[in-house]
């Protein structure tokens, strides 16, 4: 068997078995899930418990209206109010809110409203609570104050309450995405999430199996290991056989993350992961790896210690984070000359480039562009990662200066 | 260089510097087929890199090694074993599956590799660990589990690059057992060391470098009576009578007894001291290996 394929299956062996591998490919799958659930959860008004109110209003007309609009619209299942509420009414203002008040701070109810004189023409309204996090049911309310006001306004013009009925209603809206001469629905949710987990599921496959190696080759280096396999096969083989055992490493992590993805996606009721997009995902993933693989190749193999690389990784690590950070930009804007420049700069290309494909039709010359590019430079830092990795590999005992590394990569 | 009619392994004439410092200077020498070989040499004096070109781990700047006639152009794994001097393992993955994968990289099909491996942990009493982390093998285990790693595809040529350093005395027998049975077996070994007493065991012709050079080089019969120095020790029943040092340079004393090398030949010497005084016992001892090694490290051979 070839020995590159040997070293291959070995590392690919010793890492899928590895506690850490499997923690790791846990955590991501949780996280996807978590970004798909958690936002429902909280978005969920099912759990809205309603507060215990006081309207404050002079006039208690707009207090009345406002407490059956609510009682119309928020009950429990056994129809009980959510929103009981004790209404302050007299002559003067300062005493019913001072009221209100000592009401709130006794813990009788929970907020107050205040329906400023000015409500109908300017639509002046306070809210004052002691529990800043009930936003939902402080939605709810505004909506109820809204309803009220707007309906008061149009009567007061004479519009007819039919079409104030119609008015009030949402519109239909249906959202297609064009892809060539199908038209598909667009989940919002789908067509944000899908881009954030392909960025997210490749930043974590890169830079689990590129770490991996980087730390394989330090360990291998530090512990002496790699004289005797030095002394079995050529660099060569052996570099070979690491960066394609762990890239099957993370290959599998992938496949994993992908499975959960479309199967957390069916769940939902989405198609998270389509085939078409998966396809491009996996070329950008591949080439993406091997550029990264390489430099972290390259890196472990001029230090002896992790800590020690960790601090030239750091600031690698830097820059695939931006697509990360700016994946909303991107999403929104897939076609801005930034982006579109940015895409053909390897680093960032897959991150980018995976994306882009997800939320709009990029011109077919951009998508073999942006991949020739990457695949034209990963093969350059493949051909320097074989040289500084056969040179540095062991040099022990002395720190490599970076132009001397320059001086092998020419040489090589 | 022509192809060489030697069937061993012919070191010649090879050069390699590190950034400007000579690491090895034009040396050559010859390790016949089935020999057993012994490079000496200080620490630095460019043992190690000899070795890791000769098993192709760094290149030359000059010169050139061949076996069997032929140079050594690519990793020549199958036919060659080799232990570093700088020992490590695997420390996170188990014995057996480590020896078997290093046995596979050697050329061996699993089966082959796994029936060794098997073999060899018997032999060195590590079957119960067959199993187990290396890590959690003792220091000396770990080495018995390398120098498995060295030798089990059985190659042609053996090189151990202080092999003895870090084992018990149990354990350097076994190691001294089966480097014998290796040879007898028909390989060739390649020892590096600096225990002087297992390579004069051990090995029929040696080499020795200094500062990245050779100093001696020969067969160990050759060496020795060129360089050894005949050595009395003589001890006399009373006080060390006066004109002992007319028979024995530099002697060295202590009570009644006097050490030195011979000036003349052995009769007249012994005749001459017994003339001094009443001799009670007279020794007479060849050079060690060691102490021809530390002449010649010091500069003292001619």
Sequence with gaps: MNAAWLVARWEYTIRIRSKFFLISTLLMPLLIVGMMYLPMLLIDESDV????????DASGEWAGQIGQLLDERHNTSDGIPLYPRWILQSESRHGQRAEAIALLEAGVIEAYLV????????GEVSYVTRDQG????????RRAVQSVWTQAAFQSHRVDPELLATLNQDIAWTSYASKGKSLSAIDEMQAFMTPIIYVMILFFAVFFSSQILMRSIITERGSRVVEMLLSSITSRDLMTGKILGLGLVGLTQIAIYL??????????????????????????????????????????????TEQEAQQVVGLLSLIPILPLVFSSYVIIHPEALVVRIASFFPPLTPFLMIIRL???????WEVAGTALVLALFTLLMMRWAGVIFRTAILLYGKRITLPEIVRWVKVG | MPPSDSQGLDISRLVKN???LVAVDDVSFKVAPGASFGLLGPNGA??????????????ADNGEVQYQGQPITRLESRRFGYLPEERGLY???RLRETLVYLARLKGLTFSEAAGRVDAYLERFELQDYAQKNIQTLSKGNQQKAQFIAAIVHEPEVVILDEPFVGLDPVNQIVLKEIITELQAGGATILLSSHQMEQVERLCQAICLIDRGRVVLEGSLVDVKGAHSEQRVEVTFDRSIPEGVDRWLAAPETRDSTVAGELKRGLAPTLKGLMDLGRVLEFKVRESTLEEIFIKAVKGGLE
Excluded at chain 1, 49 to 56: C, P
Excluded at chain 1, 134 to 141: A, C, G, P, W, Y
Excluded at chain 1, 262 to 273: F, K, M, Q
Aim: proline share 2%.
């Design chain 1, 49 to 56: 418990r309603g507060l215990e109110l006081a309207i404050v």
């Design chain 1, 134 to 141: 009930r936003v939902f049911e402080q939605e709810q309310l």
């Design chain 1, 358 to 364: 997800e939320v709009t039709k990029v011109p077919w």
């Design chain 2, 91 to 93: 420390q996170k993955t």
């Design chain 2, 46 to 59: 460019g043992k190690t890199t000899i070795i890791r070109i000769v098993m192709g781990i760094l290149g």
């Design chain 2, 18 to 20: 590190f950034n400007g």
């Design chain 1, 259 to 304: 499975l959960v993805a479309s199967l957390a996606g069916v769940g939902r009721g989405v198609e998270l992961i389509s085939a078409g997009g998966a396809g491009y995902f996996i070329l950008y993933a591949i080439l993406g790896y091997f550029f990264y693989a390489a430099i972290y190749a390259s890196v472990g193999s001029l230090f002896e």
């Design chain 1, 115 to 122: 329906i400023e004189p000015e409500f109908i023409t300017k």
